[in-house]
């Protein structure tokens, strides 16, 4: 009985781990192609963050932060 709690816990951790570092891909990824669409619209003076939360419904709530010097005159081409 000992063992099979040992087993489930480090899968838990396995599952966690895994969970935690697609996340931080997936933010990472959005991240850099934010910076580089909202740089045709805009001059950017920092960082986009970007966060991921789960809500109690199971939806998840994105919230992203960016600023901003300047917005530019959009290049149509």
Avoid: F
């Amino acid at each position: 009985m000992r063992e099979n709690k040992m087993i489930e816990s480090r899968l838990k951790r396995m599952l966690l781990q895994d969970k935690i570092n697609a996340y931080e891909g997936l933010t990472k990824a959005l991240e850099s192609d934010l910076r580089l669409l909202l740089g045709c619209y805009m001059s950017l003076s920092g960082d986009v963050n970007i966060n991921i939360d789960i809500l109690d419904s199971g939806e998840y709530q994105i919230n992203i932060c960016a600023k901003a010097d300047n917005i530019n005159s959009p290049n149509i081409i």
